[in-house]
């Protein structure tokens, strides 16, 4: 194990009715609101309106920004700088799911920078200040409701990159389940794989010593195992639905990475994918993940064997920790393909043209990923794995 | 699973001259600190050393209090209290384990109230206003180190009580593993008994549809029972030390109680033994623990066969659910047994004469325990079955 500093001061506040403490919970660190959302499901559902009649409830003002998409984009997080400049916003709320939260971190980083905020994103400045975020969780995926991540899309050149700082970590996150009851399957699925690969990314890693964490993130993975099924075929399952809530918020708050470090190979190589293609990181993921795993498995058998016993419950052979650990594979890419994932890019309709441009741009800072570290050709073979 | 607020804003600085930190850290709250600790051992093996320097080394003033006892006592705390006020402390400082902090939390609150600070434990007082607090651990066990509750002990009428609230949460839990080195093998498995029996609290629940923390839970208790033989063969085991220390901290930081209602009698019922007859906690739960499961865990069957099987690997005879339930509980009190601890009231030379006095203490508040809430005659009984 290492030596690491822990600490996630985020307010989980998760249940049924969550939502109605928002101008509660906001009061406590703005007067004026930046409600920012994606596309119209917040109004179609009720959320919108419960939320604002809490932010009204306790005499708050707040402004609107609208229209985050998936891969949310670096023009509308300028956006929302300008208006927070505009408005004289002190507070911004995140209503929606990973791509919202993403946004809304962005602004309140950018809000508090003399120069363009994309710096952070394409050079490694360090954050110094940041406008408080709260978030109402409509989505569970990204973890983002409570991490120190966020990561954007800039159009011109499809670059899609990351930031992280404990100053962008929300004040609070408002879970309630209810919320994701009206998310439609393939949706629920993207976010399931999601969390899976915030686990994974972790749990293959060169630490030695670090069984506590091993088992916290097995605990997790089979969870989400578990429960996904079950709202797939009942949307308004409460109780699966709140058990994959929770574990996508214990994927990412940072405890399962106390003490290891992790790979993260996986999400640059689908990065590339989703900022060209645009399509779902859930979806994205459910390709690259199990062809980085069958590309990087060889490197510590014990380890993808230990993942194919105590997450999948193979039996072992222990003669042939080869065969075990591809077990372990051989039934994440089934489960993902199970969801209605797509398992190869193909099924994402993305075509073989520009792999060495993705891979070039993946690797652009050295080698990527911890595990193994990987050069460019090894990111080309790995896209080409997966061309059927 | 329930609704729940969760939010554990304790810094965890983790691992190797962890306690270096300790001055910086606390230059972070105060400028006078009050430095409270135990016996000789922190003098003995260097960590109070360690701990002036860093003190010293950013100017920060302190004034010492030493002299904390296992199942810390009132007087003390008054003691503490009054020097606080005399000394114009701003800050305090626990060195030491489970007890210390305690010791270190109810003087935070008493230095912060004009009444007399029993009045928070005998009655039930919200606690409105405390001082900062400030851990460096050196025993794992008690996971008061990031807890928001302490219990203290009034000699006059051998009174053992608790309090709790956010408001006495450490700033931060400075843990180094090599700290416990020194820690003699009676304490080590003490303090892995209490470990284990604070997810157990938890783990037995009436609350349905708890499965991610049920995982977390199992995945706790594995890593202790994993982990606590290798360093009672090789003291200075540093992977398994510290798989113990933060193993010691997810059980009892929050996390395992979100959206569930933990039982708690075992704690109870303990209280009144090591409150009259001063024994450890760990050894007392040692006991009590396997004697309140065999009392109660036809209450539910299943669940008791879940923890056969998911956390000491019980093949299950899934005909004869008492039976798998029965072989979780029998290798519960082996494995405290293997560890050198007691697992009857002989062993810590408790005679029978003061089971009906305990049992109402323990009781007087109405019945004790979530899970099955127990009489007095309950608890009477319970003590009984451990009478050999």
Redesign the interface.
Known sequence: ??????????????????EKKVGEQTSLYGSKVLLHYGGGSIKKYGTYQSVIESLEEVGLEYIELGGVKPNPRLALVKKGIELVEQEDIDFILAVGGGSVIDSAKAIAVGACYEGDVWDFFAKDITIKKAMPVGTVLTIPAAGSESSTSAVITKLTGMYKKSISSELIRPKFAIMNPELTFTLPNYQTACGAVDIMAHVMERYFTNT??V??TD??C???L??II??VPRVLKDNQDY?AR??IM??GN?AHNG?LD??RVGDWASHGIEHELSAIYDVAHGAGLAVVFPAWMNYVYQHDLARFAQFAVRVWGIDPDLKDLDWTACQGIKKTKEFFSSLGMPVSLPELEIPADKFEEMAAKCTAAGPRGNFVPLTKEDVVKIYQSVLN
Chains 1, 2 share one sequence.
């Open positions: 194990m290492q030596n690491f500093v822990f600490q996630n001061p985020t307010r989980i506040i998760f249940g049924q009715a969550a030695k010593n069984e506590l088992r916290l097995e605990a997790t089979k969870t578990d429960n109780a709140a058990e929770w574990a214990i405890l106390t003490g």
